[in-house]
């Protein structure tokens, strides 16, 4: 089992910058990929950036050289810098911890809300 608690969710102008932080608890960290995703109202969840515990990354195209995803493994925390906001950012962003082995261990957290406005 895993918890994941995020954290750093507000609301920002647009063209400005947050940090989010994923802290996890409960098992190896490293043996999962950290994620966000991020959900918008009527939208599907949608991956906004991953990452392995040896640190390659993943990103969705419309975040790739604004956000940054990154690992600490040993706080057991991922973070996620998020440049340039644009009001599309608007959403709820959820942690996912997904075991490297075994697809059934998947956990969420419970999401922090991001709100980009003018």
């Known amino acids: 089992q895993v918890r994941l608690v995020e954290s750093g969710g507000a609301l920002v102008q647009i063209g400005g910058s947050l940090r989010l932080s994923c802290a996890a608890s409960g098992s190896i960290f490293s043996l999962y990929i950290v994620g966000w995703y991020r959900q918008a109202p009527g939208k599907q969840r949608e991956l906004v950036a991953d990452?392995?515990?040896?640190?390659?990354?993943k990103y969705g195209d419309s975040v790739k050289g604004r956000f940054t995803i990154s690992r600490d493994n040993a706080k057991n925390t991922v973070y996620l810098q998020m440049n340039n906001l644009k009001p599309e950012a608007t959403a709820v962003y959820y942690c996912?911890?997904?075991?490297?082995?075994?697809?059934?261990?998947?956990?969420w957290g419970q999401g922090t809300q991001v709100n980009v406005s003018s």
């Open positions: 996912n911890a997904k075991h490297r082995f075994r697809t059934s261990q998947n956990y």
């Open positions: 990452v392995t515990s040896s640190g390659t990354t």
